[in-house]
């Protein structure tokens, strides 16, 4: 493989990908509501059972309690989710409504979620008291 | 050196940009969604940086099977049924490699790459693995060379089942006709192969025939009422390429370096993905264990 070939192949690379960028495709979904929500969980774990949810108010992000206490994150990635079902207490800043949580992976990143302050103190103390494994 | 046949795959690429343009419009009026900038950014970059392995370690890779070549068992030729055995060959012993690229740790940190995107399309059939050489994926075809088929034949045949692979990387194509379906690997076999839904999780391994699939009892397909969800159990949440291409080997890295007993190191090694020494992960049959015991659809 020659350098010619490679700048050309990285030329052909970044123009595809800013095609799909003029085009408009692959919008970054929001979490419409807590039925949403579940869902994505229940398709991220197999075998969860869905029993409460809260929402990011501008959909951004979204906690799941299962019926045994457990809890999953979820948050979109590009025009997909992703989520994650913590293992142990994850590390959390509350200020007011804003609840930031920290999931331990850097390339997952932490996560913000703008709630009610009734909302966020509720689930900040679920996420300390979850059963984990 | 012998001589060569000529790569396949370089007259191949032309027509791989042309159909990612065309399946881009169609995504376009049909579904956005099909596709989305950094996604797509991400598996043409990792296509590129395979191609860019392989040209470095390509050579070492044919090197061997010719000096493996010396000690074939038969004299195999450029006879003409030799074309259609050494296809038929090369796609079984792509049916093993990928099967144990599924179901054991060491060869899916290399194959992750190819399943770590959450979107299935055209582009997503070029993320394809940095790592291949180093995890000895090339093993699972030099029995094929010891039988004593000309290496630049069995060379040509694999490229030729790599392009095939291009085009079943869709949702643009619902189902081929039945006869084309019962035979050879198709968008709707491939996609239930991507997906993570437990009833299509570790399915369909095929490169260009299915038959293998059905013979050995790891066919699945796909289902009107279930649409695939596509990537891996633990999706990344991240476009990083060094991540997407190495993820698999950190955590083994970590896992062999931190977890006490060589039982279980060799474990983290060879066992497979999702294994673990306390069960606090989840394999493929894990899962589907627990989506048949929780009755879900």
Sequence with gaps: ?133 | MPEMLPDPVQYAIPAFIALILIEMLVAWRIDPSRYETKDTLTSLLLGTGSTVAGALTGSAVIALSFWLAQFRLFDIGYIWWAWIVVFLLDDLAYYVFHRMAHRVRWFWASHVIHHSSQHYNLSTALRQTWTGFFSLSFAFSLPIILLGFPVPMLIFASAVNLIYQFWIHTEAIGRMPRWFEAVLNTPSHHRVHHATNPRYLDRNYAGMLIIWDRMFGTYEPERDDERPRYGIIKNLGSFNLLWAAFHEWIGIAKDVTTIPGWRNKLAYLFAAPGWSHDGSRDTSHTIKAKWLESGDD
């Design chain 1, 1 to 133: 493989m020659s350098w010619l070939v490679l700048t050309g192949s990285l030329g052909a690379v970044f123009a595809v990908a800013g095609l799909v960028w003029l085009l408009g495709l692959g919008k970054s979904p929001g979490i419409a509501d807590a039925k949403h929500a579940m869902q994505l969980a229940r398709e991220a774990q197999s075998g969860f059972r869905p029993a409460g949810a809260v929402i990011d108010a501008k959909g951004r992000a979204a906690l799941v309690r299962g019926n045994n206490g457990e809890i999953i994150l979820v948050r979109p990635h590009g025009a997909q989710m992703a989520a994650r079902i913590f293992k142990s207490a994850p590390a959390i800043e509350r200020e007011g409504g804003r609840l930031k949580i920290a999931t331990g992976e850097r390339m997952f990143g932490d996560v913000m979620l703008e709630l009610d302050e009734k909302d966020a103190k509720h689930w900040a103390k679920r996420l300390e008291g979850a059963p984990y494994a």
